[in-house]
């Protein structure tokens, strides 16, 4: 590279050494100081906010094997006087997508994984063919009627389970004054990889493969209520 390399730059070749060295950086002093610790709450700000923290390494170990990161929107909640949370809203339900119209072949099935992570790391513009979910209606029928749930306020299925309808319920502020959020639709877990870990929901139509998956990375976002 032409770039001049500041002096005190730590030079990476892989990408366990960027996980390393970020760790390391990040939270090293952190997790010297809080030995013995099995939980440790976090309010990431900024850029940080996109950033799997979880997944990276300390002293050659990844941080999930260590210890939970529970991710909080701020520290207010833990400063501020403990009270009971009044949730305005019994649950939201957002799942049963539409997939593929035919299920697909057992040779596909062996690949759809693979095909999904190639597609979130930008290798693949085609989107795979994801096999329907025979229980998801089911769920989401008796969750309706047994929470009196109201399609498209509390329920969102089929062609409107998709990622923007989680993104808008979310910017709106309603999953802070909801009690339970209900995500039915399939999972996909990236171990490479764990921010690109993935839930797959409806395709909107002319919308680009990649927008059905809905990352862990953006999962660590929502602003959820807690009791």
Request: glycine share 6%; aromatic share 6%; proline share 5%.
């Amino acid at each position: 590279r032409s770039a001049v390399v500041p002096a005190n730059a730590t030079p990476v070749a892989a990408a366990e050494e960027l996980e390393a060295t970020i760790g390391r950086e990040l939270l090293g002093w952190i997790l010297e100081r809080t030995k013995g610790t099995r939980s440790l709450y976090v309010s990431s700000d900024g850029v940080l906010n996109t950033l799997a923290l979880d997944a990276l390494r300390v002293d050659g170990q990844r941080v999930l094997d260590r210890l939970s990161l529970l991710h909080v929107p701020t520290f207010k909640r833990f400063s501020a006087r403990p009270r009971q949370r009044a949730f305005s809203e019994k649950m939201i339900v957002i799942g049963d997508p539409v997939y593929a119209a035919q299920a697909p072949t057992d040779d596909e099935r062996h690949v759809t994984s693979t095909r999904a992570r190639q597609l979130l790391r930008g290798d693949l513009v085609q989107g795979e063919r994801w096999p329907p979910l025979p229980a998801a209606a089911l769920e989401v029928r008796g969750l309706t009627k047994a929470f009196e749930l109201k399609a498209g306020t509390s329920v969102f299925a089929r062609q409107d389970a998709t990622v923007n309808t989680l993104r808008r319920v979310n910017a709106s502020g309603v999953l802070e004054r909801t009690r339970f959020l209900v995500l039915v639709a399939h999972g996909m877990a990236d171990l490479e990889e764990p921010e690109l870990s993935s839930l797959v929901f409806s395709r909107p139509p002319g919308a680009n493969a990649r927008d059905a998956y809905f990352t862990a990375a953006e999962l660590s976002t929502l602003r959820l209520g807690t009791g």
